[in-house]
């Protein structure tokens, strides 16, 4: 059975970073999309970045651009999300997830998430 487990959230100052860790088990799907959704309170959860396991091509929300960068290590099965520049507003619980059968990040939105991981806490204090 297939599984995401997410690592790395934690507190840090504002201008601050932190990387964090999906380790998917069991994965054993050749075509499919794994990436990056957060949920602040109050707020729906949005996708923020995603990678391709086809072709490694990437997708980031504009928002993110320049400050997050999303990265694989295909041998450990691990996808990270390194985060610099964090501002108070990017406090919210952090989740990796996985759409399987499509091979791009295309359409990577929450109504087509397969595979959700338990999230992660990250707080910036300012």
């Known amino acids: 059975m297939s599984s995401l487990q997410a690592s790395g959230g934690g507190l840090v100052q504002a201008g601050g970073s932190l990387r964090l860790s999906c380790a998917a088990s069991g994965f054993t799907h050749e075509d499919y999309a794994i990436g990056w959704f957060r949920q602040a309170p109050g707020r729906e959860r949005e996708a923020l970045s995603c990678i391709s396991g086809s072709d490694g091509s990437t997708s980031y929300i504009n928002s993110m651009k320049g400050r997050f960068t999303i990265s694989t290590d295909n041998a450990e099965n691990t996808v990270y999300l390194q985060m610099n520049s964090l501002e108070p507003e990017d406090t919210a619980v952090y989740y990796c997830?996985?759409?399987?059968?499509?091979?791009?990040?295309?359409?990577?939105?929450?109504?087509?998430?397969?595979?959700w991981g338990k999230g992660t806490q990250v707080t910036v204090s300012s």
């Open positions: 997830a996985a759409r399987i059968k499509t091979m791009t990040c295309i359409n990577f939105s929450s109504a087509r998430i397969n595979y």
